[in-house]
């Protein structure tokens, strides 16, 4: 736990072989501005607890002015877990560029209220799971396909 970390060095992009990135209870880091398009042999992301966000559009923690395609060379990436930002207002489509995703894991995002509409790249993925959502009433139609596959918990 750093409580008052504001940032994290963009050194972390030059280890290209890095296989697990766990960022958590860091509660004043206000921008990740880390080259994840470098980390392609990442394959588990871990991201919880920051309260100073309030859009995340998967891109948000690299870069604050504009959306970019950051994430699009993490093909390796089988596990995305995102947990209590209790500010977070949405996910946008990106994560359709995670093709090797496998587990989506979004849980403590109780001002969550937009959810990707389509994640038609995700060939590998069978679990989506969503727990903790005050705000977040529907999943959209382009996600009925997973609904099938595995678990979507609606638990406020």
Not at 106 to 121: Q, V
Not at 132 to 153: A, C, E, M, R, T
Request: hydrophobic share 35%; glycine share 2%; aromatic share 12%.
């Amino acid at each position: 736990e750093c409580s008052s970390l504001t940032s994290l060095p963009n050194e972390l992009s030059n280890f290209t072989s890095l296989t697990t990135l766990n960022i958590c209870k860091y509660f004043s880091l206000i921008l990740l501005s880390i080259e994840l398009d470098n980390l392609t042999s990442l394959t588990t992301f871990y991201i919880n607890y920051f309260t100073t966000f309030t859009n995340f559009d998967i891109s948000m923690c690299l870069s604050s002015t504009s959306l970019s395609n950051e994430f699009r060379n993490l093909t390796s990436l089988t596990t995305f877990y995102i947990s209590g930002y209790l500010s977070l207002t949405s996910l946008l489509n990106e994560l359709d560029n995670l093709t090797s995703l496998i587990n989506l894991d979004i849980s403590e995002c109780s001002s969550l209220t937009s959810f990707p509409n389509k994640l038609d790249n995700l060939t590998s993925f069978t679990t989506l799971y969503i727990i903790k959502y005050s705000s977040l009433s529907f999943v959209p139609i382009g996600l009925s396909s997973y609904l099938k596959k595995d678990i979507i918990d609606f638990k406020g």
